[in-house]
């Protein structure tokens, strides 16, 4: 499958967020996107989400160029807005999103096993009983529930808090597994210039528009990422 993105635009009010932005992402392939803050990253996600009114087109296509039917996008957001002190499990957590019935009710073996499915594509079964508001792992137990049912494509908006470097080490060697074996499409908002050399497949450099596109390392050595990066005084 492949997402084609064609000359996005998307407006808040007068402020034009996003300018004419066209890409691709193939399968098995894991497309970054960097920029500044305020370079309409988020925005971005957002169109492709539905989240917000857009001009332009997004569509996916079969590999032999004919739209897709039935396309699944699996979403992880950079974070979740939840009561930390909550004793809500993990198993509850993935419960209620998984099946109908109200968690009050219990979880049936069916849902349960469902569950612990989900936890062992992303390795993390053993946090099934533990409280979701205490995990440092949260989004590897947000990576399960994107991949269930599996997507066609996986948009990630990397953490940027509350997550160790080890447990960001493990969470990047797992999204590379899923594109190698799942043949997934993979699109990854990062700011760790590090994660980016070593996972992505190809970079695209927002600001405003994509300013510049290619391997990492191209991009990285480009005038545009400089002027991005250092000359105004943007952050990674
Ligand atoms: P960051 O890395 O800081 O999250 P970003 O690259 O994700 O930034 P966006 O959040 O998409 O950038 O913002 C793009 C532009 O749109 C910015 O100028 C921002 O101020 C503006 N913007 C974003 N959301 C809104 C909104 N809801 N209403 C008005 N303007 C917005």
Redesign the pocket.
């Known amino acids: 499958m492949l997402l084609e993105v064609k000359d996005i635009q998307v407006y808040?009010?007068a402020?034009h967020?996003i300018k004419g932005v066209s890409f691709e992402v193939n399968e098995g392939e894991i497309v970054t996107l960097i920029?500044a803050?305020?370079?309409?990253?988020?925005?971005?996600i957002r169109a492709l989400l539905g989240q917000v009114e857009y001009k332009g087109v997004i569509r996916h296509l079969t590999t032999d160029g004919r739209p897709a039917a039935d396309v699944r996008t699996g979403y992880v957001p950079q974070q979740l807005e939840f009561d930390r002190s909550s004793p809500v499990t993990v198993t509850d957590f993935m419960a209620a999103s998984l099946s109908r019935r109200p968690v009050f009710l219990g979880v049936s073996k069916k849902t349960r096993e469902k569950v612990m499915g989900a936890l062992a594509r992303t390795h993390c079964e053993k946090l099934c009983r533990r409280a979701l508001g205490a995990l440092s792992e949260l989004q590897r137990v947000l990576l399960a529930l994107a991949l269930t049912p599996q997507p066609d494509l996986l948009i990630l908006d990397e953490p940027v808090s509350g997550v160790d470097q080890n447990g960001l080490e493990s969470f990047y060697q797992t999204v590379d597994e899923l594109k190698r074996t799942n043949h997934m499409a993979i699109l990854l908002v990062s700011h760790d210039l590090d994660v980016v050399r070593r996972y992505a497949d190809r970079v695209a450099l927002?600001q405003g528009t994509i300013v510049r596109q290619g391997d990492p390392e191209t991009v990285f050595d480009s005038e545009e990422f400089a002027q991005v990066f250092y000359t105004r005084g943007g952050h990674v």
């Open positions: 808040y009010g402020i967020a920029g803050n305020g370079a309409g990253k988020t925005t971005l927002m």
